[in-house]
């Protein structure tokens, strides 16, 4: 790299050259973003992915990263299967996020340590860092069938470790990214790059022209 070049380089912050990376990213690693089946609203991609991993009668396994209050997706989730057999696992510190997002800053979604209440006996809630609580939450699945994982930690970091992480597996697994464009997208990218796996793009919700929630299906190397 010529001097001018690597001086102006070095002036610019790494927030920049991720947020930028994403937008290269989306056009060279994940071109088929673009022509992904549409869905309306998050309900129509949600309820695609429970169909994606069995049905809503099946005994399928739920994994939200990065659950917050459960009010959310995990209620979604919970109402639209009815199989006393399947579980529903959230993880989440219920401290907010461990580093800054954006513009808000390490600890947004802070519940102050309190796990939420969630009546369904299929529901499990984890508190604790991801990288904490792993040995967990693979007791819970590891055997299990109809794996729907659902990303939302909104950070590189976090995403990275989950991904990583339920590759341990070595199933192919429904996903749903709840914001691709953006941190998912690196992490998406540096995981399959790493690991090898492979994904299938099912579906998508755009925003502002780019994809937000991506359904997909991956498939770890080897499996
Ligand atoms: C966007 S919120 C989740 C929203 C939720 N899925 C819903 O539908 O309402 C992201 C959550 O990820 C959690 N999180 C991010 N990284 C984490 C990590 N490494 N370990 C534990 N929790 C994490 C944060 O605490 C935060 O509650």
């Not at 990213?25 to 088929?32: D, V």
């Not at 604790?128 to 699945?141: Q, S, V």
């Amino acid at each position: 790299m010529k001097p001018i070049v690597k001086a102006l380089s070095s002036r610019i912050t790494v927030r920049t050259y991720e947020r930028a990376m994403t937008y290269a990213l989306l056009r060279e690693e994940f071109p088929e973003t673009q022509t992904l089946r549409e869905y309306p609203d998050k309900p129509a991609i949600w309820s695609a992915a429970i169909e994606a991993a069995g049905g809503r009668e099946a005994p399928i396994t739920y994994v939200e990263f990065g659950v917050y209050d459960a009010t959310g997706s995990f209620r979604y989730f919970l109402e639209n299967n009815t199989d006393p057999s399947s579980i529903f696992i959230g993880l989440d510190s219920f401290h907010g996020l461990p580093e800054r997002f954006g513009k808000v800053g390490a600890g947004y979604f802070d519940l102050g340590g309190v796990v939420p209440k969630v009546e369904d006996p299929r529901a499990t809630l984890i508190e604790g860092w991801f990288k904490d609580t792993w040995d967990e939450l693979y007791a819970r699945i590891a055997g299990r069938d109809r794996l729907l994982v659902h990303y939302d930690a909104d950070i590189y970091s976090s995403t990275l470790f989950a991904l990583a992480r339920m590759e341990l597996l070595r199933k192919p697994y429904i996903a749903l990214f709840d914001e691709f464009t953006g941190p998912e997208t690196l992490a998406t990218y540096n995981y399959r790059q790493a690991f090898g796996a492979k994904l299938e793009m099912m579906g998508k919700i755009t925003v502002h022209g780019y994809a937000e929630q991506v359904l997909c299906r991956i498939v770890p190397h080897g499996s």
